[in-house]
Structure formats: structure tokens, C-alpha cells
């Protein structure tokens, strides 16, 4: 996880802040979530993401199978069933610890960013902060994998294969799905910072007071 030395610092408090003007605000504002926004959509976190989906899903067939070996084998298979369990708890547990461990980090850097993000709006330094293409490669991945999933569980749902079988695909299904929902999730929650850039600032009406 990103230390919070290795961020840009949350945003000041009003009676902390050393810039004297607008343009002072929108500069170190744009420095900071320039950063942030790096570290939010960094490519390498949704190849890890998906990583981790891919371990976990072959750590949950593992266990299935473990479970079969244990449950109707003889000694032999037995044995293989313990050794398929180990496995996939290997697999399993870390990369599930891997996951939390990445939400807990987005959590925060997302909070960071959009408390920099709510100080004002400005679409002239919106191209110093913008991570396009990572978002997409966060967004587009995402909706196939979530899609995928989905479409493997309902598969699993209606299908009359064996037991095993349908563990091994609805577990699959479940963890693409989950993956997939996390990347859709965060690369919405970018494109809201955008829009939000984009739009323009509601100014309340001004009240005029009755004269005599």
C-alpha cells in the first residue's frame, strides 16, 4: 500500500492555506491531484487486480477439487485432496488479503483526491491531472470481465452438470465478477471527478432588499 508520505498531503484547512490567490489555489490544487490521480488509475494496479482474480480462481478450483478427493476417494486420493486444499489455500488467502489490501489503498487515495478535487473547479487544469488512458484501461477490462462473470454464474445457475463442476465455474464466475465490479467502480468514480470539472459552478441568486 502507498504510505501517506509518498502522497501529496491532504488538502489544508481553511485557516492553514498559504496561497493568497485564485491562481495560487488551482496551481498547487493541480500539482496534488496531478498525483493522486497517477496513483488512483495506475495501470499496474489493475494488472495486479487482475492477477490476483486469475490466482484466486485457480486456488478456488484447486479447493474444489480437494474437497471431491476428500469426500468420495480412497487413500490415495485422500492424500491429493490435502495436498489440493494446501494449495489452494496458498492461493486463495493471500491473493484475497492482496485485494483488501488494494481497496483499503483506493479508499484512501481516492478520498485524498477528491478532497483536492472539492476545493474548486477549474476545466483550464483539468489536461494537467487527466489520466485518460487509464481510466479506459481501467473501465473497458473491466466491463468484459464483469460480464464474463456474470455470464458464468448464470451459467453454473442453470446448468445440470456435476457438482463439481458448477463450484469450479460459479467460484470463477464470482471472483470475475467482483474483480470486474471494483475496476468499473473505480474508473466511474474518476469520470465523475471529471465531469464534475466540467460543469459549472451553480452561483446562488442574489437577494436584493426592499428599499424604504
Sequence with gaps: MTTPTALPPPPPAPDERTWTDRAGLLDERARAMRALARQYMAPHRALLLWLLTLIFALGWALAVSGFRFLVTGEIVEHILGVIFLALALGATVPTALGVASGIRRDLFVG???????A??????????????????????????????????????????????NVGTVLGTGIAFAVAGGLGMAKAIDYYRL????????????????DEG
Design 194 to 209: 471529471v465531469s464534475r470539472e466540467l460543469s459549472p459552478v451553480r452561483r446562488e441568486p442574489e437577494r436584493r432588499e
Design 111 to 117: 478520498a485524498r483526491l477528491r478532497g483536492w478535487a
Design 119 to 164: 476545493l474548486a473547479r477549474d476545466p483550464q487544469t483539468l489536461p494537467h491531472w487527466q489520466v485518460s488512458a487509464g481510466a479506459l484501461l481501467w473501465l473497458v477490462p473491466s466491463v468484459v470481465l464483469c460480464s464474463l462473470g456474470l455470464i458464468l454464474v448464470a451459467g453454473a445457475a442453470v446448468s445440470d452438470d456435476d457438482a463439481e
